[in-house]
């Protein structure tokens, strides 16, 4: 079967002498590898087109059970060059790749979270709101399309006790508005530095219990401590 599907592509890696291995999330088959022949040779532009954030669109024959997909063609769908530009923005940007690759499973589609994460990609090209905030309405996505949407109120899991979120002067009115959903409508209140501890500790306490191997994402030391310190 012939797919055509739009992709973000989560980290890609040599394969063989003039080839990389994409690990790409699809908006119609979740995520996916495919196999780009020829993409390190120097006259092909596919190696630029499988740089993690790109957004592109890919067609491929899908073979079941197959673990490699080979590519067919692909196109860009749209660029975000300014995420590049500023390093908390593209530390963040990458470390929001990270936690989707290591919490998906193969072939398991989330269209409505593939839209969040182009949106807040956008939004992080686009500086229409803080860092922070983009990170933490991801991560409440995350957790909701997956299955773990956060209950404010609850404050013990199964062999866990939970951090309050309320219990900053606006973290709880922040996280409700994160729940909520819409990037265009994120929470306006001030974000103080005690808020900041609060909200980045409870979503990331979440994210670990409910996801085996987050703990050994490199990146996380420093995006904590951008948002705990911000």
Request: hydrophobic content about 40%; overall charge neutral; aromatic content about 8%.
């Amino acid at each position: 079967m012939i797919v055509h599907t739009p992709a973000i592509v989560l980290k890609s890696f040599s394969y063989g002498d003039t080839s990389l291995i994409a690990r790409c999330f699809s908006k119609d088959y979740g995520k996916i590898n495919l196999i780009v022949k020829g993409a390190r040779s120097k006259r092909s532009p596919k190696s630029a087109q499988f740089q993690p954030l790109s957004y592109v669109d890919v067609i491929y024959r899908n073979k079941p059970n197959r673990e490699l997909q080979v590519l067919s063609k692909v196109s860009f769908r749209e660029s975000w060059p300014r995420i590049l530009q500023d390093l908390r923005s593209v530390t963040l940007s990458m470390a929001i790749l990270e936690m989707t690759e290591k919490t998906l499973s193969e072939e398991d589609p989330h269209p409505g979270l593939f839209n969040t994460l182009a949106d807040v990609l956008r939004a992080f090209n686009e500086k229409k709101a803080d860092p922070n905030i983009l990170f933490w309405f991801y991560e409440c996505a995350l957790l909701t399309h997956l299955g773990f949407r956060p209950n404010l109120d609850q404050r013990e899991l199964p062999g866990l006790v939970l951090p309050d979120p309320n219990s900053g002067p606006n973290s709880g009115i922040i996280l409700a508005g994160l729940l909520a959903e819409n990037i265009h409508e994120l929470p306006a209140e001030l974000v103080t530095p005690e808020d900041h501890q609060i909200i980045s500790n409870y979503l990331w306490i979440l994210m670990r219990y409910h996801f085996d191997g987050l703990a050994k994402i490199r990146s996380m030391a420093v995006v904590r401590q951008i948002l705990a310190d911000s």
